[in-house]
């Protein structure tokens, strides 16, 4: 073999090592997100949350792996679900639920934590504030202090006389406490008398509630979202239907499987946007330095057939006011 001819070979074979490595290094350098639900592998959070990956170019299998966790409502397999993603030492972990998240702030102080939470993030002690969080948590918060008010304030207008609220909420899930303190301050100021009819995970009795709610003269009803009750959109509907009680939900899922109104954020961009705050940190930012958004779209639902069904007229100045009416 000449010298030239030998060169050539040395060099060929030094640009198949380089471009091998090349290759090794892009596979490992492929990011692994974990995301962390209480509810099902149907729940509303994965389409939006997919959809806003793809806007950003990412493309499960292919340039970023998604390690998904579903508890099906049983709230006891979240911290479970978020050491077995950190010991994966997934690069972002993303988990709505309060439970998850406190979970996570325990496992890690290193792998940023991307949340979409229900609740107000400063109170709970997740981060120092919604400017400037510090720490490895970010993410959004479905949280305002008005929320509970309007939603009672558009329940008062849409049944006349109403007397008595039931407030159905999940007395094992995390934050749902705080929510109903929420409700019962809003209730006070609005002079409306509460009626707290808590159940329990994983199997709530929902007819013991409703049974209550009957037997206590509950006029209408408000649903405290959860992980659990995710679950059980469409049952709590036709329980409400049946007891004839008009029925206000924190998520529009509940009005479209037959609930009467929500009044609510619109978690499909929450969680859509959740994915920029992936593609911002995988790029370098500190989730320290981003700061924690808030909604800024609500949407006021109203299911005019199930108030046809319920012997409920919703008056014409609330139906002008909502941003949908299923009929």
């Known amino acids: 073999m000449s010298t030239r001819m030998f060169v050539s070979f040395c060099l060929l074979i030094t640009v198949l090592l380089i471009t091998g490595s090349a290759e090794a290094q892009q596979q490992k350098k492929i990011p692994r997100i974990g995301v ?15 959809q806003g990956l793809r806007e950003l170019g990412y493309v499960e299998g292919k340039n970023i792996i998604v390690e998904y966790r579903y508890a099906d409502g049983i709230e006891d397999h979240l911290p479970g679900f978020v050491a077995e993603l950190v010991q994966l030492r997934v690069d972002v972990l993303i988990v709505p639920a309060l439970r998850a998240i406190r979970a996570a702030q325990q496992a890690t102080k290193t792998i940023p934590i991307v949340m979409v939470t229900t609740a107000d993030p400063v109170a709970a002690g997740l981060i120092e504030s919604l400017a400037r969080p510090g720490g490895n948590i970010t993410g959004l918060t479905r949280f305002t202090a008005e929320l509970s008010g309007k939603r009672l304030e558009l329940l008062k207008e849409a049944v006349t006389g109403l007397s008595r609220v039931g407030v159905l909420w999940d007395a094992v899930g ?51 979202t959860g992980g659990l009750f995710n679950l059980y959109t469409k049952r709590i509907a036709e329980l409400a239907i049946k007891n004839r009680l008009p029925s206000m939900n924190e998520r529009s899922e509940y009005v479209e ?44 639902i109203v299911n005019l057939k199930t108030a046809k069904q319920i012997g409920l007229t919703i008056p014409a100045d609330l139906l002008l006011r909502a941003d949908k009416v299923i009929k």
């Open 36 to 50: 962390v639900l209480a509810s099902g592998r149907d729940g509303p959070a994965i389409p939006p949350f997919q």
């Open 174 to 224: 995390a934050g749902s406490a705080n929510s109903f303190k929420e409700y019962d301050m809003a209730a006070r100021a609005l002079k409306i008398p509460l009626q707290s009819l808590e159940v329990r995970g994983p199997n709530p009795n929902l007819d013991g509630a409703f049974q209550a709610a009957t037997k206590d003269r509950v006029s209408a009803l408000i649903t405290i």
């Open 257 to 300: 499987v037959g609930a009467l109104m929500s009044y609510a954020a619109y978690d499909a961009d929450l969680y859509r946007r959740a994915a920029t705050y992936v593609d911002k940190i995988l790029k370098g930012a500190k989730p320290a330095d981003l700061p924690v958004e808030q909604p800024t779209k609500f949407e006021f």
